[in-house]
């Protein structure tokens, strides 16, 4: 969500720019499709592992006579800076993928026109940040959490933390490894976790806590996943020797899902007593140049086909409430009741403070 890169079948396959996702012929981001009537394409900007059903965005062709365009642009953060710079002057008509993470950073930058989506009623009201200006409408949910590998800790006669406090104890030094914060979303997350967990007095002596207990740290996901992580099956492949990892809640059915054979169960777990949630915004570009297609898209981004399709796509959780998830990703993804959240304000005024710190506590 966010600095969101969940995972190698996402990521992977996300390829850096343009992508016409829906039935639409050979044209660039850039063009307007119109008739007399004004302009038929509406142009969704968004991070590289955004990823949607072909099916559902031609179901809003059919719903509103407009065809989409996503143009891809590198992590969040990556995209979100180029919206900064060509604020008034947008590249698309929608930005999706701005988190909690960052979110204070993109409204005191003034990106977004005010819209209320359809539909926004059927969104808790913890999710709606910006609930007074409508500035962004909350799209997606997911959970940063440690991830275990199951077989080692039955191997071990172990039972597996259930805590960040538990990460500390001696019975599980050595074993997880993390992401860096300051170059990863998962990362970054995690370190929000411990922030909003122990505060401002309390957070650096956990990380102390943590080195001296053997934390390693890796620059991003897809190595610390998928080459450090046990569980996972890149990591079986390398012969990896952590059998806990900063991912998230949704980790285990992408397990289940792209392995051959599939298993009946998930080789993996997860430590819903460590998790970050984060939140997915959407909002509609100041200076948009279609901004009914825009509302449009924003209505159809809350509505049930795309909700509904997203869990087995991007691997996150729909914001609005009692949607049907897909039995795959209902079965083997963690319910997260209590996550540990942060106010975005209070994100934006430390981040790079905290980062900082981070960086010197543990890099030391």
């Known amino acids: 969500m966010s600095t969101i890169k ?16 829906a039935a639409c012929g050979g044209k660039s981001a850039g063009d307007r ?14 991070h590289d592992s955004f990823s949607v059903s072909d099916s559902v965005l031609k179901e809003f062709t059919k719903q509103t006579g407009y065809t989409v365009k996503v143009l891809k642009s590198g992590d969040a953060g990556a995209a979100l800076n180029q919206e900064i710079l060509t604020k008034g002057s947008p590249r698309g008509d929608v930005f999706f993928g701005v988190d909690n993470t960052l979110l204070s950073r993109a409204l005191d930058n003034g990106l977004f026109t005010p819209y209320e989506a359809k539909g926004l009623a059927g969104i808790p009201a913890d999710l709606q940040l910006d609930k007074g200006e409508h500035r962004v409408t909350p799209v997606d949910t997911g959970d940063i959490c440690v991830n275990y590998d199951k077989k080692y800790f039955a191997d071990k ?21 993390t992401e860096n914060a300051a170059t990863s979303s998962p990362g970054l997350g995690f370190l929000l976790a411990t922030a909003g967990k122990y505060g401002d007095d309390g957070w650096q002596g956990y990380w ?14 897809e190595q610390a996943y998928n080459e450090e992580f046990s569980g996972s099956a890149g990591g079986k492949k390398a012969k990896a020797d ?123």
């Open 208 to 221: 102390q806590k943590l080195k001296d207990n053997g934390v390693k740290v890796v620059d991003g996901w």
């Open 242 to 364: 952590r059998p806990l990892v900063v991912s998230y809640a949704s980790s285990p059915p992408v397990e289940v899902l792209y392995a051959q054979p599939r298993p009946a169960e998930a080789p993996t777990g997860v430590l819903t007593g460590t998790c970050f949630r984060q939140i997915e915004f959407a909002g509609l570009l100041g200076g948009a140049k279609n901004e009914a297609g825009g509302k449009a898209l924003l209505d159809f981004l809350v509505g049930a086909e795309f909700q509904q399709d997203m869990p087995l796509k991007m691997f996150v959780n729909p914001a609005v409430k009692d949607t049907k998830l897909p039995e795959a990703y209902a079965k083997f993804g963690a319910k997260v009741d209590k996550p540990v959240t942060v106010d975005p304000k209070k994100i934006a005024e430390n981040r790079e403070k905290w980062v900082k710190t981070w960086s010197s506590l543990v890099n030391k």
């Open 6 to 21: 969940r995972y190698a079948a996402i990521s992977f396959a996300a390829a850096l720019g343009v992508s016409a996702l």
């Open 33 to 46: 499709q119109t008739d007399g009537d004004g302009p038929k394409t509406v142009t969704l900007v968004s």
């Open 157 to 177: 006669k172990l039972a597996p933390p259930q805590s960040l406090d538990d990460l500390t104890k001696p019975a599980y030094k050595n074993l997880l490894v």
